[in-house]
T-cell receptor, first 113, second 114 residues
Framework: GNSVTQMEGPVTLSEEAFLTINCTYT??????LFWYVQYPGEGLQLLLK?????DKGSNKGFEATYRKETTSFHLEKGSVQVSDSAVYFC????????????FGGGTRLMVKP | NAGVTQTPKFRILKIGQSMTLQCAQD?????MYWYRQDPGMGLKLIYY???????DKGEVPNGYNVSRSTTEDFPLRLELAAPSQTSVYFC?????????????FGPGTRLTVT
């Protein structure tokens, strides 16, 4: 089956620190990969995505590279801000009739001033 | 464009009561989904729909029912609420299957069953 494993949080960083949130996956097909972000009290928003091996998704200073050889899609940001404090979810989608996503457990990021 | 809207935002139910969580989208999306998010956990799919009149079970459908009479609306029904259904419920929609089309999420409904 399909599954997504993320590093457990919370991750606590000081402002301007470098961020890495690890994500690895198993999939029965050839997946598209996503990072969603959930700010406090809100629903999930798409942060970035990648559809094929070696693609790099990027948005708002965040990046993630689709690594087929290591089945990974780690999220990185060079300099985090307090406003980046949120829960980050890695997800995958293989071609299926319902366009369904499989989510990881989420990683809470807390950035201190 | 309101996107995906959900009502109510919060609800407290007693064991055995029933309720309907409302979800609507104004983006003309064919696909709609209901997820639950338990504390510290990822999202689990309850039910989904690929179009009006078509629904199917997800990973955790027991204790829930859905209907999809219109493209816009996808209500989730809880019958005989149980404490195990205490969770945050998210509705989502997407434009179509295939390709990397993203899902758009509503703000969630926080449900407590006591």
């Amino acid at each position: 089956g399909n599954s997504v494993t993320q590093m457990e949080g919370p991750v606590t960083l000081s402002e301007e620190a470098f961020l890495t949130i690890n994500c690895t996956y198993t999939a029965t097909g050839y997946p598209s990969l996503f990072w969603y972000v959930q700010y406090p009290g809100e629903g999930l928003q798409l942060l970035l995505k990648a559809t094929k091996a070696d693609d790099k998704g990027s948005n708002k200073g965040f990046e993630a590279t689709y690594r087929k050889e290591t089945t990974s899609f780690h999220l990185e940001k060079g300099s985090v801000q307090v406003s980046d404090s949120a829960v980050y979810f890695c997800a995958l989608k293989v071609n299926n009739a319902g366009n369904m996503l499989t989510f990881g457990g989420g990683t809470r990021l807390m950035v201190k001033p | 464009n309101a996107g995906v809207t959900q009502t109510p935002k919060f609800r407290i139910l007693k064991i055995g009561q029933s309720m309907t969580l409302q979800c609507a989208q104004d983006m003309n999306h064919n696909y709609m989904y209901w997820y639950r998010q338990d504390p510290g956990m990822g999202l689990k799919l309850i039910y989904y729909s690929v179009g009006a009149g078509i629904t199917d079970k997800g990973e955790v459908p027991n204790g829930y029912n859905v209907s999809r009479s219109t493209t816009e609306d996808f209500p989730l029904r809880l019958e005989l609420a149980a404490p195990s259904q205490t969770s945050v419920y998210f509705c989502a929609s997407s434009v179509k299957a295939g390709g990397p089309s993203e899902q758009y999420f509503g703000p969630g409904t926080r449900l407590t069953v006591t």
